[in-house]
């Protein structure tokens, strides 16, 4: 690993002070910034620990929704009673994510800033687009059964990991930053990017901005709630596909639809076209093929992940089954 | 300069590299080796150690991250003389076989009892909100910690046999 400068934050406005200097990067849990350093993706001149920030709270707000501090970690976050009860689909996109160990320090904030998995960006022995701009995609032509198959450009094919992202994206999930111009709030769904000619950029944060807290707005009513990952071992490993989804029936009719995907795309995943297809159709497995025709007409495979394309399909269609029989 | 607690004790590092893992500070500062580095990479667990009473990979943190920490290693946890009940079980079941995962599994298999007891769920709860300990829950919530020898369905008996003395006893 690379030398650094490390300095403990006391207030967030000392951490975004911190990050004026040139190569300066946040750290919080640090599983996947650790992790990408050891195998010199990563090469901060400057780490600002913002492990001790106050942004450890999960708090009931006025319109019924809540605010999740950037610090609170993903297993507190899971079993938060407030979550386990109105936004499940949340608690089950987090316990299906990494391992307790991880779990434990991994947090809010800082999952929905993990970076790619492709085996490219992680091996300096390979030319990859994110992690050295203008190399090449070894994806593209290379092994990629676990990349993009909807929203990948020429330049990158790959995925963002996160479960988390994918279920709070379903739940219409905004971001509070702070940075040096100030305070903002970001929907999560104009939070990531997509790769375009420039992948090396993996969010909308301005530099130096500082994640403070993740807000839920109320929880969709009388939906049925649904998480599911399909991954290659029952546990402790990455989607291949997953798929969020919290549906609302009125009188045996799809009054409304939220969806949202993960292991598709180089951002959590969601196409509000698929979600209308669905409303005022009866739960029916006709109505979710044809929301799946919606959701994969642009969908292209690079070889081994064409597999994707029918697992997206089938994996709707299960959801959205399940979704429909757990709904109010 | 670094204060950390490791296993009761407050030990003082007055220089320490700022790249020094947690695992790293335990097995080559303070003398600890029983914590062990299989991956680094937190895919394999062997490192897991407790912290302020949570477990966590001890080679995906830096050291200086933890001042003010308590940190409870294997050797905290028992001695070859007064064993963890935890550890009796893993010998009673035959929980392992090579024991280089085994001060992992341990601290991991400690730390997690200790989530059951708070009613955390996982991925394998069929309820989130009512926790029941059965075997899938048991191998779910000890999947970050690998076992090459493959001891895992005695890893899960004595893991099981801890959890739950009293039915154990009523079921004798």
Redesign the interface.
């Known amino acids: 690993?690379r030398?650094?400068?490390?300095a403990?934050a006391a207030t967030a406005g000392d951490a975004i002070g911190a990050m004026a200097a040139p190569g300066a990067r946040y750290?919080a849990g640090?599983?996947n910034l650790?992790?990408l350093m050891?195998v010199d993706v990563e090469r901060p001149s400057r780490?600002v620990?913002i492990?001790r920030l106050p942004f450890t709270d999960v708090e009931d707000q006025p319109d019924g929704g809540v605010r999740i501090g950037a610090l609170v970690p993903n297993?507190d976050l899971?079993?938060h009673p407030r979550i386990?009860?109105d936004y499940?689909m949340l608690?089950?996109a987090l316990?299906?994510g990494?391992?307790?160990?991880?779990r434990?320090?991994a947090t809010t904030g800082g999952n929905l800033l993990q970076r790619t998995r492709c085996y490219y960006f992680y091996d300096t022995a390979l030319p990859c687009n994110k992690r050295d701009p203008g190399s090449g995609c070894g994806a593209i032509g290379g092994f990629n059964r676990i990349h993009a198959i909807l929203g990948a450009s020429e330049s990158c094919i790959a995925t963002h990991p996160s479960d988390m992202a994918v279920a709070m994206l379903a739940l219409d999930a905004r971001v509070e930053v702070r940075g040096p111009a100030g305070a903002r709030t970001i929907a999560l769904a104009d939070f990531h990017r997509l790769p375009g000619d420039t992948p090396h950029i993996d969010t909308n944060l301005e530099p130096g901005e500082l994640i403070e807290a993740v807000l839920l707005p109320p929880p969709p009513a009388a939906a049925g709630q649904v998480y599911r990952k399909v991954r290659d071992r029952?546990?402790?490993a990455f989607a291949l596909v997953s798929v969020a989804a919290a549906l609302t029936i009125d009188q045996g009719v799809i009054a409304r639809a939220a969806l949202a995907f993960g292991g598709l795309a180089h951002k959590p995943w969601r196409d509000r076209t698929v979600e209308q297809a669905l409303v005022g159709e009866r739960p029916s497995a006709p109505a979710f093929d044809r929301a799946a025709d919606r959701l994969l007409a642009d969908a292209r495979g690079r070889g081994h992940n064409d597999f994707k394309i029918m697992l997206a399909r089938r994996t709707l269609g299960a959801v959205l089954r399940e979704a429909a029989g757990a709904a109010r | 300069m670094l204060t950390i607690t490791v296993n009761g004790i407050e030990r003082r590092l007055e220089t320490l590299?700022?790249?020094t893992?947690l695992l790293d500070l335990l097995r080559e500062h303070v003398g600890l080796t029983g914590s062990k580095k299989g991956c680094?990479?937190?895919q394999c667990?062997a490192c897991?150690v407790l912290v302020n009473g949570?477990?966590?990979?001890a080679c995906?943190?830096?050291a200086?991250?933890h001042?003010g920490d308590e940190i409870v290693t294997i050797e905290g946890i028992g001695t070859p003389d007064r064993l963890h009940p935890m550890q009796q079980a893993f010998l009673r079941h035959d929980g392992y076989q090579c024991g280089y995962c085994t001060p992992g599994q341990i601290c991991?298999a400690i730390?997690?009892l200790d989530?059951i007891a708070?009613?955390?769920?996982?991925?394998a709860?069929r309820d989130?909100?009512t926790v029941l300990l059965d075997d899938a829950e048991i191998?779910?919530?000890?999947?970050?910690?690998l076992c090459r020898c493959s001891a895992y369905p005695n890893i899960v008996d004595a893991i099981r046999e801890v959890a739950e003395p009293v039915s154990k006893a009523e079921a004798a």
Request: hydrophobic content about 30%; proline content about 3%.
């Open positions: 690993m030398d650094f400068v490390y403990r750290i640090g599983t650790i992790d050891k780490l620990d492990s297993s899971a079993a386990r009860r499940p608690a089950r316990l299906a990494a391992s307790g160990q991880l434990n320090k029952a546990s402790y | 590299d700022v790249r893992s680094d990479h937190g667990g897991t949570r477990r966590i990979n995906l943190t830096l200086i991250m001042d991991s730390g997690m989530e708070k009613g955390w769920p996982s991925h709860s989130l909100q191998s779910e919530r000890m999947s970050g910690n």
